[in-house]
Structures are given as C-alpha cells and as structure tokens.
C-alpha cells in the first residue's frame, strides 16, 4: 500500500483524488480545534488524520509498522505555530527513517527556514549526513503529488528528492568483546537497545527532552560515570554515538572492558563518511593496546 504522509498539514482540507497514493496520512497538531482525529475512505483512498504532535505521531506509526513512500513538510509551524523542532533537521530526520521505506520521496520548502539558525539543517548536506543517500532531484509530478493541491503550497517554492536507505556497514563485530561498531542510524536499532547515549545538541532540547530511555551528555568526554550507575539487571544492550574526544583510544578501551567485565553488547553507531575513517584508526590503535 503506497503510503504518504504529510507532516504540518494544516486544517483546511484537501482534494487528493489525483494522488498515486493508497493511503494519506495527514498529521498536524491544530486538527485538535477542529477535532480531527480519525480514518476515512474517500475515493478509494484510505484518509488518515492524526490531530497531535510529529513525535506522538512517529510513535504510532512505528508502533503499527506504517511505512512511508513519500514524506512532505512545507510550513511545519516552527515556533509560531508551536513547533519546537524543524520538521527537516538532523534530529528529527535520523528519528523519522525507520518509517521509511528503502526508497522514498522527501518534499520540502527549504525557504520555509529563511535566514533562522536552523537553515543549514535542511539543506542538501543535511541529507548526505542522513540514513539515507539521495539518488537525485525529481519533479514534484514524478513524486505522484499535485502541488497545487497541498496547503501552503503557495507560500514557498517546493524541492522534492528520491532517496535510497543507507545500509548498515560493520566496521567491527567481535562476539568475544561484546563490542560493535556500525555504519548506520541508531535509530533502525532503537527497538532492540535498552539505553541510547546521545551527546546532546542544545538547538534542539525541547525535541530531545521527549524521547525516552536516553542518556544525554555533553559533546567531548564520554560520561563514564553514567554507564557505571545503569541497572545492569535491566541494561543488555546499550548504543552509542560518537562524542568526538580527543581521548577517543583510552575511553573506547574503558568502554570495552565495560561491555566485557559485565556481559553487556555495547554498539557505537555513527553516519558520517569522516567518522568511518575515523573510527577504523582508532579502533586499531584500540585493539592494538588491548
């Protein structure tokens, strides 16, 4: 069932029946006024409306493994309309992906930011640093979507993309070290962690401070004391992203020696290309002094 979402929607309501989509899910926190909270069928086409916040939204769609072939976010609301988090930034992006399908389309307004804080977070290299790799600009025809048709369409100039998922790549899987170190979003992996460690990103607090079965620390030294006071009676396994130290060889040690001493798998996921090198140099240098 080809699948579309679109994040911010607005109230008004909107023809689709030109759409190459099944099902439509239109998601924005104001349907509450109109209290719109329901699924319909129109024309064949399964109407989905979700009256709350994105995140709220996320987690029903991955709790009912709803997969999307198209993303859309034009005038998402970002602080005058109470959106804390930009609908196409780095955070938000990584968390979106498991309810992605391999391949799909992604619509947005890059304009929307204006000259804000956040205009790099959604530009083209956002997306390079994202789970997925973009296979090229596509016409907004090509993507089944009648532009004219979306609300706010009018306001801002749209550029839509096709993207393929990124696969995970092991860079080091020892069973023996209960340690790993992969190539991909550790969000794909979510479901199966029992803690995340996350360096936190202050631009992007009210978003962060939502998720949960996190520990936040900040850029620089890993937070060893952290790990030591989880619950290992509750923690088997644990994912971390990169906190970019200039002590990277002597904490990865503790870290493994961590996983080792108390039978827990710890993974260090990351998706930047220079992390990659990176990671491989000192995880030699790791083992080496083992």
């Not at 239109?26 to 329901?38: Q, S």
Request: charged share 25%; glycine share 4%.
């Amino acid at each position: 069932m080809k699948t579309l979402a679109y994040f911010g929607c607005g109230i008004e309501t909107m023809d689709f029946s030109d759409f190459q989509y099944d099902r439509i899910i239109l998601i924005d926190y104001h349907l509450k006024i109109l209290n719109k909270n329901f699924e319909e069928v129109i024309e064949n086409k399964i109407i989905i409306k979700m009256a709350c916040a994105a995140l709220d939204a996320l987690a029903i769609l991955k709790q009912k493994n709803i997969k999307l072939d198209c993303y859309i976010s034009i005038n998402e609301g970002l602080r005058d309309g109470y959106g804390d988090y930009p609908l196409n930034g780095s955070y938000f992006l990584s968390y979106l992906a498991p309810v992605l399908n391999d391949t799909y389309y992604h619509i947005y307004a890059p304009r929307y930011y204006g000259k804000t804080d956040i205009t790099p977070l959604c530009n083209k290299k956002n997306f390079n640093n994202s789970s997925f790799n973009i296979l090229g600009p596509v016409s907004i025809e090509a993507t089944g979507v009648i532009a004219s048709k979306l609300n706010n369409c009018e306001n801002f100039p749209l550029k839509s993309y096709l993207l393929q998922r990124r696969r995970d790549i092991v860079v080091f899987d020892d069973p023996n070290a209960n340690f790993k170190i992969i190539y991909g979003n550790i969000w794909a992996h979510e479901p199966d962690l029992d803690v995340l460690f996350l360096t936190l990103n202050k631009k992007y607090s009210p978003f962060l401070k939502q998720l949960k079965k996190i520990e936040w620390f900040e850029k620089g030294v890993f937070p060893y004391d952290k790990l030591e006071n989880l619950n290992m009676k509750e923690v088997k396994k644990i994912g971390i992203i990169p906190w970019y130290s200039i002590n990277y060889i002597e904490e990865l040690k503790k870290i493994m020696e961590f996983a080792e001493k108390n039978s827990i798998e710890i993974t260090l996921f990351f998706v930047d290309k220079n992390d990659q090198i990176l990671f491989e140099n000192i995880l030699q240098n790791t083992l080496l002094k083992i």
